[in-house]
């Protein structure tokens, strides 16, 4: 089993409106709801692909009960170990303008988690481990949570023998980091956040000096770039693609996971990954990969060794 | 006992962001949820100034739930008569740019109210006109309603021998007005789109040979015009204020149903409606009332009678 924690649950709406203008009042055309958070999206890919997948974090609230409704009837095959909360869910809205096809987001802060809350999911997420082969650490921290949440959590893994991969940003992630996770996955900002440099290659490797096992980096359109013990390489798509990224990172995490957890050699888990994450433009839906291109597109990733001029 | 009616009740969701900037990811500072639409605000307003106060209209799916949660725990003493309906009720959401205090504004359509929730619907309401002394009929039609259902709410109205307000725009205006309601309460927009003319007092003349008993037309800061069968007048405020005019038309059909229940003549009736629809502006909060200032406003509005030039 892979098991999924996100701290800082989502209720994803995306509103569609004619075309955005500021101070005005819109009608919303359509109008869709989902299940979010980055460890929730990944674990809906998990399960697509056949997996056995547990989802943990927080949820609370009208919200976190309307969350935990559709991820019973819209993400099935997920299995549902979140702890309850006093405080509610957040809503993350996103508008998108049919003209241009842009979105305009906007993201509730999350509940306040007290000291108890947090005490009982570090309980259920300890034997949780028990049970699984790998395990991803996602999103950003609610309020109320200490800065080091999830560097105590990736210790808790290595102590139990779990692999873990870290998906965050910001303090969070330099904390985490330094608690020495197997994988972290930062996009081309949080890896030039955390380590001060805009040179992908060069910055993950200073992520590596700082205590990750291993690096992937997520540069958009350039595909994936890998520092790991075993060898650097990137991953790209054939062509580029232009479609909806929302989500495309997440399905990079549940890539690396499903490959993780079949003990697969690192290009193979990046040539899923980045065929996932390209699947994942390509569908039309937010966060839904296109599971024919996926197919076609993992015998087309071009993954290259690349030797390492630091 | 006073009725509101709001067909197409809503979770009415406050966002403030430091700046509102199209295309970007916001964080949101400041969350407020309210159960909305307008013939709930106006109850709210009857039940602050005292009134027996029931709401119906339809509810439905998490966010109805949620709604009928918070109208028991923010709006004390309104008495919950809503209809369940198996869509969703909608959200509508308030984006506050804090730097300019502009708001821009998303509203869901609402759920698909089907034949056999539409009749439920008609029963409860005959059932609750025989203990009522004024109904009114508030807001935008949810989907899958025929466009004459305010039209044939008037008529049971009427038939009970309760007098009727209705606040509705567009083609449900329209066809409401020829089922001759005992009060309108349109904006100038409103009234304009219903006769055809942007001149106040000849649109309230024509709304009224079109079937409505009495005209109340809000001016936004030019206060209230009456145009009723015992004469006309128009309702100002001491002077111009500014602040957040969200629900101050709602605080209106409060005031005019408060005054109405009470039998006080039409000069009473305006002074009420305007008083309370300046102090709602005056409230930070949307939707609410500064009391105080409502009790100050209430000698201070100037009604004055207008001789008929038409």
Redesign the interface.
């Known amino acids: 089993m892979i098991l999924t924690v996100t701290l800082n649950t989502a209720l994803d ?1 995306t ?1 569609r ?1 004619p075309s ?10 359509e ?1 869709t709801v989902r299940p979010g958070g980055k460890g929730i999206n990944a674990a809906r890919v998990l399960a697509a692909l056949g997996h056995e997948v547990t989802v943990t974090g927080f949820a609370g609230g ?2 976190g ?2 969350l935990r ?1 559709r991820l019973a009837s819209q993400a099935p095959g997920v299995v549902d170990a979140l702890v309850p909360v006093a405080g509610a869910t957040r ?1 993350t ?1 996103a ?1 998108v ?1 049919a003209r ?1 096809g ?8 999350g509940p306040v988690v007290g000291p108890a809350e947090w005490a009982t999911l570090q309980d259920v997420y300890k034997e949780l481990l028990g049970s699984v082969s790998a395990v991803a650490l996602c999103g950003s921290l609610p309020p109320g949570l200490p800065v080091g949440a999830y560097a105590g959590l990736i210790r808790t893994a290595r102590a139990a023998g779990v692999p873990v991969l870290l998906d965050t940003s910001g303090e969070a992630l330099r904390r985490g980091v330094a608690a020495r996770p197997d994988i972290i996955k930062p996009n081309a900002a949080e890896l030039a956040e955390l380590t001060g440099s805009h040179e992908p290659l060069r910055a993950a490797q200073d992520a590596r000096r700082r205590g990750a096992r291993a690096v992937v980096a997520s540069l958009g359109a350039d595909g994936l770039l890998a520092h790991t013990p075993d060898g650097i390489w990137r991953a790209a798509p054939p062509a580029r693609v232009q479609g909806n990224p929302t989500g495309a990172g997440d399905s990079v995490v549940a890539g690396l996971l499903s490959a993780l957890a079949e003990n697969l050699p690192w290009p193979d888990r990046l040539a899923r990954a980045a065929a996932l994450s390209t699947a994942t433009v390509l569908s039309p839906a937010a966060g839904e990969f296109d599971r024919q291109a996926y197919e076609k597109l993992l015998g087309q990733v071009a993954v290259t060794a690349e030797v390492n001029a630091a």
């Open positions: 709406i509103y409106v955005l203008k500021p101070h005005a009042s819109h009608r919303v055309s109008v009208a919200t009960r309307e409704d809503r809205t508008v303008d241009t842009d979105t305009t987001q906007f993201n509730e802060p």
